[in-house]
């Protein structure tokens, strides 16, 4: 192959790796400030002001999956947004923005499974284990742990698959085994740029496994 040819490949390849880039980076410029807005509301806001403040964001978040079709990240933030807002406001409505949450995760694994750490995996076994199960609801304890079971693999030290299997085993009667889960979320690694996250996370880690202790040791 001559030199020119080699400088027009060199050229074209580097073309296209600026492109990716530039394609990539509105995506998750956007998808960070969905995160932020998230941790504000979430662990900086009184929580009479959560049902509000997360369904204007759920607005945001949905134009946000519209604007980047195919991308998995969009998808697992909207999902985080629109269960806590079920969460924040409870009642019969709570159950219906679970289900469009549910959807919006079941999406994003078949898109990217491992998009985020594998978030999409821990946030719907949350719904498995937290919703209630038939006829009600679609809760399900054999799918939660299998879905928190492939988040670990994923994303073994992370602080959320550790603290949510922690959680999911104390709402299954297995207090003791969740110690070592809401010790290794403790222990987990920073963060960069999810320091108001992983403070609000290790402080409800922490409360719970004070809790667990307390109920082991009282047996």
Not at 69 to 92: F, M
Not at 137 to 156: M, S, V
Request: charged share 25%; with cysteine.
């Amino acid at each position: 192959m001559s030199r020119s040819l080699l400088g027009q490949l060199a050229a074209t390849l580097a073309a296209v790796v600026f492109t990716g880039a530039a394609v990539a980076a509105p995506v998750d410029d956007a998808v960070a400030e969905l995160r932020r807005a998230w941790e504000v509301i979430r662990y900086k806001t009184p929580p009479a002001q959560h049902a509000e403040r997360f369904e204007a964001l759920a607005g945001k978040a949905s134009q946000v999956v519209g604007a980047y079709p195919g991308r998995a990240e969009p998808l697992i933030w909207s999902g985080i947004i629109v269960s806590t807002l079920a969460g924040a406001r409870g009642g019969l409505g709570a159950l219906s923005l679970a289900k469009d949450a549910k959807g919006m995760y079941e999406q994003a694994l078949q898109l990217d499974p491992n998009a985020l750490d594998g978030s999409a995996c821990s946030s719907l076994a949350v719904l498995y284990y937290k919703v209630p199960g038939w006829p009600i609801g679609f809760g399900d304890k054999a799918k939660a742990k299998e879905l928190l079971d492939r988040a670990l693999a994923i994303n073994p030290k992370g602080i959320d698959p550790n603290y949510f299997y922690g959680e999911y085993l104390v709402e299954t009667g297995k207090p003791s085994e969740a110690i070592a889960y809401l010790e290794r979320a403790l222990a987990a690694p920073a963060r960069p740029g999810r320091e108001i996250a992983d403070a609000g996370r290790r402080d409800e880690a922490k409360a719970l496994l004070d809790k667990v202790r307390a109920q082991v040791a009282s047996r």
